[in-house]
């Protein structure tokens, strides 16, 4: 998941997540090394619970800000940016992008059975599995606009929302980097929530070639307007096409 304005997911390429997971795992394994014989069935709130605070500070022992999740991806091996950050947010209910409360670690984590760092290695390929499957996805992706946006406000300011599409439709939407560079360029300041909705209906139903748009449906007026801006694009590409050949 982004975290604030260091860096946004919409920085990373196609392979980023899985090299900075070998990575930063093998960092990990280097600096942290544990009995070969570690019972990884096994669970233990009060562990769980220890290991927690190993990331938060006197003044606050309950909340784990952004330097200790900075810390906590470390130590299992992901950068902050990578989905799966999101789908382990998610398992926990988390309310806010950059910080769990104990609460919502405990409920996750004994969600997962994992009270140490290895052990949420070895789930990183069950958590990223959540997202393969296409209702708990949706859920993920509705999950992530409460998530991200800025709660004093009702909806999800536009550096945040791409970056957040980049994250859960960048390598499965055909036409995101399309899509992307039409909120680049258009008015949009903001996603409202139901914009954020039926981006994902969109990207799932309407075919790469527009064939089956509707131009009398539902659609918010923001995806009415990408479509006739992909459309003159696409125009303007084959008058230039045609140009050049004659």
């Known amino acids: 998941m982004p975290r604030g304005k260091r860096r946004s997911a919409a920085d990373m390429g196609p392979g980023d997540e899985d090299r900075h997971y070998s990575k930063r795992r093998n960092t990990s394994s280097g600096t942290r090394r544990h009995s070969k014989s570690e019972d990884i069935s096994s669970f233990n709130q009060k562990k769980c619970t220890a290991w927690f605070r190993e990331y938060t500070s006197p003044d606050d022992p309950d909340t784990l800000g952004p330097e200790g999740m900075e810390k906590f991806c470390e130590d299992i091996g992901v950068e902050p940016e990578n989905v799966v950050m999101l789908v382990l947010a998610w ?127 539902a659609w918010p007026v923001m995806l009415d307007e990408f479509v006739e801006w992909l459309k003159a694009q696409r125009e303007q590409g084959k008058e230039q096409s045609s140009g050049r050949g004659s």
Not at 171 to 182: E, K, T
Not at 202 to 209: A, C, G, K, P, V
């Open 91 to 217: 398992k926990m209910n988390a309310r806010q992008m950059g910080f769990f409360t104990l609460q919502e670690w405990t409920k996750g984590l004994t969600d997962i059975q994992c009270d140490t760092h290895t052990k949420v290695q070895h789930k990183l390929d069950y958590l990223k599995s959540f997202l393969h499957e296409p209702s708990t996805f949706k859920s993920i992706y509705r999950y992530a606009y409460d998530f991200a946006r800025d709660k004093d406000q009702r909806s999800m300011d536009m550096e945040t929302a791409r970056a957040m599409l980049q994250l859960l439709l960048g390598r499965q939407w055909s036409l995101y980097g399309h899509f992307n560079n039409f909120l680049e360029q258009s008015k949009y300041k903001v996603i409202n929530k139901d914009q954020w909705c039926n981006i994902l209906e969109f990207s799932r139903s309407i075919h790469s070639d527009l064939s089956n748009y509707d131009v009398d449906g």
